[in-house]
């Protein structure tokens, strides 16, 4: 069993960074997958990163060389850095846990919980 609670979003001008955090709640975080997936409104959520249980990580093509991931297993938190942002990164990020090995970690239906989401505004 996994609680998780994002922080860190707010509003920030075109080509500045944030930095998110997932703080993780429960004794299996280690044996999760972590990922982050964003929502805007009136589209679907979409896959962002995945940092999977070996520290092995994996971005969608619109972040990648932007944002990085990274999980500390000692203080059962996951992190986003965003930097370089742009208008179209605008929208409420989760941060996601998987549990099963396996399974396609871009699917957003096989993440088994879920934060609450924290906003991110990015201004042109």
């Known amino acids: 069993q996994v609680q998780l609670v994002e922080s860190g979003g707010g509003l920030v001008q075109a080509g500045g960074s944030l930095r998110l955090s997932c703080a993780a709640s429960g004794r299996a975080f280690s044996f999760y997958d972590m990922g982050w997936f964003r929502q805007a409104p009136g589209k679907e959520r979409e896959f962002v990163v995945v940092?999977?249980?070996?520290?092995?990580?994996y971005y969608a093509d619109s972040v990648k060389g932007r944002f990085t991931i990274s999980r500390d297993n000692t203080k059962n938190t996951v992190y986003l850095q965003m930097n370089s942002l742009k208008p179209e990164d605008t929208a409420v990020y989760y941060c996601?846990?998987?549990?099963?090995?396996?399974?396609?970690?871009?699917?957003?239906?096989?993440?088994?919980?879920w934060g609450q989401g924290t906003q991110v505004t990015v201004s042109s």
């Open positions: 940092v999977w249980r070996s520290d092995s990580t």
């Open positions: 996601a846990a998987k549990f099963a090995s396996g399974t396609i970690h871009y699917n957003a239906k096989n993440y088994n919980y």
